[in-house]
């Protein structure tokens, strides 16, 4: 994440480890200097606390002769530990038929019912690996349970207990609805300490901490340790508009900064790892890249906006539907898309095989297709299994230079010299002027030049032809649709200036 070079994301999973008072001091210290909020947070608590869990979890590992217990970066002890049983291992000896043999690390979260019946919420870093799950209990209650579905991309999972009573269980708020400055409450089981409550504001949403495609998180600054991953977080109606996921942190203890999944976003994720164990995300088929400034101008879109079509999959929903590389698609199923962002985490959401109206820019006119959203699991699938080729050698024969690039005419010695693809067309780049505008944004010798301000090109004049034409009409940049030797393509904005 950017700006944030001292410390990486934290899951906040906690293993179990005997000396837990010092962070439990830390905790206490947190909580005195902390806001007190409003006195609503006490009513919300005594509604919901019930239906607040536990997760333990337990694996059997492996040991090995020079084995020593794995502990997070920056746990409590950590040093003190390591130490420990490197000078156990020197007493028992390298080969110890007790180091060899397997040993149990158990762990702990949290998580939440949603379902009387025993249906209960968490994150898929908590449960992952598990041989086996426990929730235990407000009143002490331990239960066995049953993992009914996980999903890596947004770490969230679902697992069902059985019990003799109907439980206690909490409804999900509308996130979207959520404020910044709004107070929230977080509870969970940080450090081991069972039912804690900690209370704070919604410091921002739609955060992107680069964990993956679907990032949206809301950020809080109420306290989240380690150990209140999967747990709820709460508005002060008593619903659940987010689960804990993530920390920032330099220690592993809370510095104000923590991350939860908004409630919009796990809601049909939840639904679909109970009906089918497993998700089924829409699929539309394309490869796309942000609209800079720089890309707007060069294609007349005012203001910047849209997620720009770089590549379309042959075999996928959107190429069948008229969907072609250059489009800029605006809305998707009557959803605007500000930012390139939003398409993945709205087409995810979008039901399998629904025909869906999907508003592209094209040439600076609004069109309208309609695709008929595939799976992306099986996408992906197909995706694996094509293979792809890498770049060759620079070659040094020159035909033409424009904008710090090195042209050249796509010819078979070319082709084969760069390991460049039989259906890659257009004009090769043979090398770059380090100080251009063309290297600031990647472009190496092997690439090809497709298009230009959405125009084919064929040869290093049709390359020439369409920039001073872009410089008569006054534009600034010029938009190229840039292949690589294996076909993968990607649009690039270079400056006429």
């Known amino acids: 994440m950017a700006g944030l070079s001292f410390e990486r994301i934290r899951r906040i999973r906690r293993p179990l480890v005997a000396a837990t008072l010092a962070a439990a001091l830390l905790v206490a210290g ?95 870093h908590v449960i992952a690996d598990a041989d086996e799950v426990t929730v235990i209990f407000n009143d002490g209650t331990r239960l066995k349970a049953e993992i009914l579905g996980r999903d890596k991309e947004v770490d969230l999972a679902v697992v069902k207990v059985t019990s003799d009573k109907p439980l206690k269980a909490v409804s999900f708020g509308d996130s979207d609805k959520l404020r910044i400055g709004e107070w929230v409450v977080a509870i969970g089981n940080p450090f081991q300490l069972g039912g804690t409550v900690t209370a704070g504001i919604v410091s921002a949403r739609n955060r992107d901490i680069n964990s993956g495609r679907y990032d949206n998180y809301i950020q809080t600054d109420a306290a989240i340790n380690r150990g209140n991953s999967g747990g709820p977080l709460f508005n002060l109606d008593g619903e659940v ?154 070659d040094k024969s020159v035909v033409q230079s424009t904008l710090g690039l090195n042209l050249a005419n796509l010819s078979n010695d070319l082709r084969k010299r760069y390991k460049i693809k039989d259906t890659v067309k257009g004009v090769v780049i043979t090398s770059v002027d380090s100080k251009s505008s063309a290297a600031e944004k990647r472009l190496v010798a092997g690439d090809v030049i497709v298009e230009i301000s959405q125009e084919p090109v064929a040869t290093t004049a049709d390359v020439q032809k369409r920039i001073d034409q872009l410089k008569k009409d006054g534009r600034k940049s010029a938009l190229l649709l840039v292949s690589g030797a294996d076909g993968d393509v990607r649009f690039v904005a270079l400056s006429l200036q």
């Open 30 to 124: 947190d909580a005195r200097s902390a806001p007190r909020g409003p006195d609503v947070i006490a009513d919300v608590t005594e509604k919901v606390m019930d239906a607040v869990v536990n997760i333990s979890t337990s694996q059997n590992v492996q040991a090995h002769g020079n084995a020593v217990p794995s502990l997070p970066p920056g746990a409590p002890f950590e040093d003190f530990f390591e130490e420990f049983f490197k000078n156990r291992r020197g007493q028992q000896g390298e080969n110890s038929p007790r180091e060899r043999a397997p040993r149990r690390v158990n762990s702990l979260g949290s998580g939440f019912v949603i379902d009387p019946s025993g249906i209960i919420v968490t994150n898929n």
């Open 241 to 394: 508009v987010g689960i804990n996921t993530a920390i920032i942190s330099p220690s592993g203890g809370s510095i104000g900064i923590g991350f939860a999944v908004p409630s919009k976003t796990a809601m049909p994720i939840i639904d679909q790892l109970r009906q089918f164990g497993e998700t089924r995300r829409g699929w539309l088929g394309v490869r796309i890249q942000q609209v800079s400034d720089e890309i707007a101008e060069s294609i007349g879109i005012k203001p910047a906006r849209g997620a720009l079509v770089s590549g379309v999959d042959d075999k996928g929903p959107a190429k069948p539907a008229g969907i072609e590389t250059g489009d800029v698609i605006v809305r998707f199923d009557g959803k605007d898309i500000k930012d390139m962002r939003d398409l993945p985490r709205i087409v995810a959401e979008t039901p399998v095989g629904k025909d869906v109206p999907v508003v592209v820019l094209r040439k600076g006119k609004e069109e309208t297709k309609t695709v008929k959203l595939g799976r992306l699991e099986d996408g992906e699938k197909q995706a694996a299994l094509s293979p792809k080729r890498g770049d060759g050698p620079d």
